[in-house]
Nanobody, 119 residues
Framework: QVQLVQSGGGLVQAGGSLELSCEATGTIFTINRMGWYRQAPGKQRELVAR????????YADSVKGGRFTISRDNTKNTVHLQMNSLKPEDAGVYYC????????????WGQGTQVTVST
């Protein structure tokens, strides 16, 4: 089993920055991808960014261009999401995710953390 523990998040003014962190413990796939998903009220959970063990990244169109940066430390099984120039539409509950196995069929979720962006 894999456990994901998140930290960070909170309230920030538009234009500000926040960092989210997530640590994975347990039996972790050697090759995996870790990422962040966001769920706004009344909307489906959507991918924000993810990164593989080898460092390949994937970002949602809404955060491309350097506003958000995902990184990971494979020695500590942690993933971080640096969020800059935050907009009200970036708000929601952010979930850490880890996928592994053939076809990324094993998926685990963190407990979620609220990000609120005030105008």
């Amino acid at each position: 089993q894999v456990q994901l523990v998140q930290s960070g998040g909170g309230l920030v003014q538009a234009g500000g920055s926040l960092e989210l962190s997530c640590e994975a413990t347990g039996t972790i796939f050697t090759i995996n991808r870790m990422g962040w998903y966001r769920q706004a009220p009344g909307k489906q959970r959507e991918l924000v960014a993810r990164i593989t063990t080898s460092g390949t990244t994937d970002y949602a169109d809404s955060v491309k261009g350097g506003r958000f940066t995902i990184s990971r430390d494979n020695t500590k099984n942690t993933v971080h999401l640096q969020m800059n120039s935050l907009k009200p539409e970036d708000a929601g509950v952010y979930y850490c995710n880890l996928e592994g196995g053939v076809g990324w069929r094993h998926s685990y979720w963190g407990q979620g953390t609220q990000v609120t962006v005030s105008t």
